[in-house]
């Protein structure tokens, strides 16, 4: 489901991750309630107001807002994941969000919640699955296939045929040449080049990644 302004969104976290998000979506020319923080800070992001802590979402009916998930990660996704699932269980809807600067080919798939930042270049026949960010800059080229809540961070290059299996990150500028697949909750650390498979619950680095 891609982004649309017949709702007004409401953004969960107020990091850095969250204020890229509200860019987008200013750019979008969405209306943006306000973002929620657990601390309850009250300094806006680029004009958006903090409305409260996450509970404020349940003042609202699900067919009255979008959820955009601002939380991003640094190498474990789980909470990411857990805010997504305890929302998506009680009925309310997150939009995907695609910057206008991210080039798309008009044959993939994309699951609820996908976040695709500007420069982001995605060619014909990949599947991003539910609540997956594709950051700044990455680079995933056709048939790969990328798993629920996993982060690709800025400057990543996936090669074609590629298989990346759910809560796995994979760190900035790291690169993975064609057909390997990487197991679910896997870490890639930032740089690394991955040549052969690599198993789940598994962090490799280095050139070649070890």
Do not use: W
Not at 102 to 114: D, E, Y
Not at 136 to 156: F, S, Y
């Amino acid at each position: 489901m891609r982004s649309d302004s017949s709702r007004p969104y409401i953004i969960i976290g107020g990091g850095g991750h969250a204020k890229v998000l509200i860019d987008m979506l200013q750019e979008l020319d969405v209306n943006i309630i306000g973002y929620t923080e657990i601390n309850e800070i009250h300094e806006k992001i680029m004009g958006v107001p903090c409305i409260g802590n996450d509970d404020v979402i349940f003042k609202y009916k699900v067919e009255e807002i979008y959820l955009v998930n601002g939380l991003g990660s640094t190498g474990d996704n789980t909470y990411r994941k857990m805010i997504f699932e305890k929302y998506r269980e009680k009925g309310y809807l997150f939009p995907s969000v695609v910057s206008m600067a991210a080039s798309l080919s008009g044959n993939i798939t994309v699951g609820f919640g996908v976040q695709i930042m500007r420069g982001a270049l995605i060619q014909p026949g990949v599947t991003l699955d539910d609540n997956t960010i594709v950051n700044t800059g990455a680079v995933i080229d056709h048939d790969c296939i990328i798993g629920k809540h996993v982060h690709i961070a800025p400057g990543v290059t996936i090669s074609g045929g590629v298989t990346i299996n759910e809560m796995t990150h994979i760190g900035t500028g790291a690169k993975i040449i064609q057909s390997i697949n990487i197991g679910r909750e896997a870490l890639v650390a930032a740089g690394a080049v991955v040549i052969n498979n690599v198993s789940e619950k598994t962090c490799v680095k280095g050139v070649p990644a070890r």
